[in-house]
């Protein structure tokens, strides 16, 4: 076989020649991650020229597979309006510390609440699917909603059940607006991405994470080494 599928150093150990394609292929994700897409460009480029390998990474686990499909879902039901069905699954996928005792987390689930009680208005769905959603709204904001009561930024949504023609109303005009239905949606997207961690880390950070760890590891050896040391001195 060829040398550098072993390729072995004279000291017997392995080369990096060994681990070029997979080194590559780590420094190619952390660029494409960073957003460093020129820098990525030209990195492809001259390992192209040079005939560097760049080795496929299956970096993406089945637990992950999982998450993007719970994202995925969510978003459905987001589209589709199915408040109860949505929140259910919104439930039991975010963590009660991210749900409970995130600022962000409790925004955007008022503003999520907003969404779906306009949303037989928005998309014309019958005055009965219209009085049902802002009856769940209603609910919401007497029971989850009601810490934010005194928040300045919701306060003018406590009236919004007991509005008869929200659309027209200054207020609340916005909320039917194609600009504010657009940005809540990304705002959604990046909050579940980062909550349900559904974007994998580069296997850079891992390996960096794993190093710390080995050094935190040599330092606490060292600590506990040393106070048995002193120990037995005490003990003498």
């Known amino acids: 076989m060829c040398n550098t599928v072993f390729s072995l150093t004279m000291s017997g150990s392995l080369s990096v020649v ?3 394609g997979e080194l590559n292929s780590i420094v190619k994700e952390y660029l494409d991650f960073g957003g460093f897409d020129k820098t990525l460009q030209d990195f492809e480029r001259e390992c192209e020229q040079k005939g560097k390998p760049i080795a496929d990474l299956d970096v993406k686990s089945k637990s992950n597979q999982k998450l993007i ?8 039901r987001f589209h589709e309006g199915k408040r109860n069905k949505y929140f259910t699954l ?3 996928s975010l963590p009660v510390t991210v749900r409970d005792g995130d600022s962000v987390s409790q925004k955007l689930e008022f503003y999520l609440n907003i969404y779906f009680a306009v949303y037989p208005i928005r998309f014309a769905k019958g005055q009965d699917e219209g ?5 769940g709204f209603k609910q919401y904001l007497e029971t989850r909603g009601s810490t934010l009561s005194q928040t300045t930024e919701f ?8 509005v008869p023609s929200p659309t027209s109303h200054p207020s ?13 949606e990304v705002r959604l997207e990046k909050f579940l991405t980062l909550a349900l ?8 950070f891992e390996l960096y994470q794993i190093n710390q760890l080995q050094q935190q590891l040599v330092e606490c050896e060292r600590k506990t080494m040393s106070y048995i040391k002193r120990h037995n001195k005490v003990q003498v």
């Open 131 to 135: 009085e049902k959603a802002m009856q």
């Open 155 to 162: 306060l003018p949504f406590y009236a919004l059940p007991f």
């Open 197 to 204: 961690k559904s974007t994998p880390q580069p296997k850079l």
């Open 172 to 184: 609340y005009k916005e909320l039917f607006s194609d600009t504010w239905l657009k940005d809540l």
């Open 90 to 92: 919104w439930n039991e």
């Open 69 to 76: 499909g719970i994202q995925n879902e969510l978003m459905k």
């Open 18 to 20: 060994a681990f070029e």
